[in-house]
């Protein structure tokens, strides 16, 4: 499984834009990026997943560059309420039995007011 | 629709003793996964119960040990309990065959080894 580097922790102000950027460098052709969001004392809670490219969707936008050895996670106008752990992991959409999710570090984002 | 359900939410336990913890998935979900996740830490996996088998396991010693049930609940259990093994223990679930966008976790149950 493809390895992930993302920064350990980041600091943000209400309504400003974040953007956390993942490294896999050794992502494979099968592989998916897939972001989580976990809150203290909660599981981690899926965002959004992609293969190449942009993808948007309510919460978040994807930006994958063409070489894929990177992404990164855009979060438009956060809020207190986005304070959490973000993490990103990299595998295939569907294996052919398991589908274990390989976690990080992860990136503590702190939103502040 | 309930999502994953655990239980208990918070457990303390001593050194050498045996723990077992529960979890319902989501409506409409077969396939169950259980992972560690040490304070500070992102969640490790420890194995996945599919059609009431172990279908994949990781880095986990044979004290750590689970079952799923006809009705996909499943267990996990924990022997001979290890200062080490205090962590929040995350249950997830999912229709066999699916994305992995489609997993689900539960809240989690926070054992405490003294």
């Known amino acids: 499984l493809a390895k992930t580097t993302q920064p350990i922790s980041m600091d943000s102000y209400e309504g400003q834009e974040v953007n956390i950027t993942c490294s896999h460098n050794n992502i494979a052709t099968n592989d998916y990026i897939t972001w989580y969001q976990q809150f203290p004392s909660q599981g981690p809670r899926f965002i959004i997943q992609?293969?190449?490219t942009k993808v948007t969707n309510e919460v978040a936008s994807l930006f994958i560059p063409a070489d894929r050895k990177s992404s990164t996670l855009s979060l438009p106008r956060v809020s207190l309420s986005d304070t959490a752990v973000y993490y990103c992991l990299v595998g295939p959409w569907v294996t052919n039995a398991g589908n274990m999710l390989t976690f990080g570090g992860g990136t503590r984002l702190m939103v502040k007011p | 629709d309930a999502g994953v359900t655990q239980s208990p939410t918070h457990l303390i336990k001593t050194r050498g003793q045996q723990v077992t913890l529960r979890c319902s998935p989501k409506s409409g979900h077969d396939t169950v996964s259980w992972y560690q996740q040490a304070l500070g830490q992102g969640p490790q996996f420890i194995f996945q119960y599919y059609e009431e088998e172990e279908r994949q396991r990781g880095n986990f010693p044979d004290r750590f040990s689970g079952h799923q049930f006809p009705n996909y609940s499943s267990e996990l259990n924990v022997n001979a309990l290890l200062l080490g093994d205090s962590a929040l223990y995350l249950c997830?679930?999912?229709?066999?065959?699916?994305?992995?966008?489609?997993?689900?976790f539960g809240p989690g149950t926070r054992l405490t080894v003294l």
């Open positions: 997830a679930s999912r229709r066999d065959r699916e994305s992995t966008d489609t997993q689900y």
């Open positions: 992609g293969y190449k």
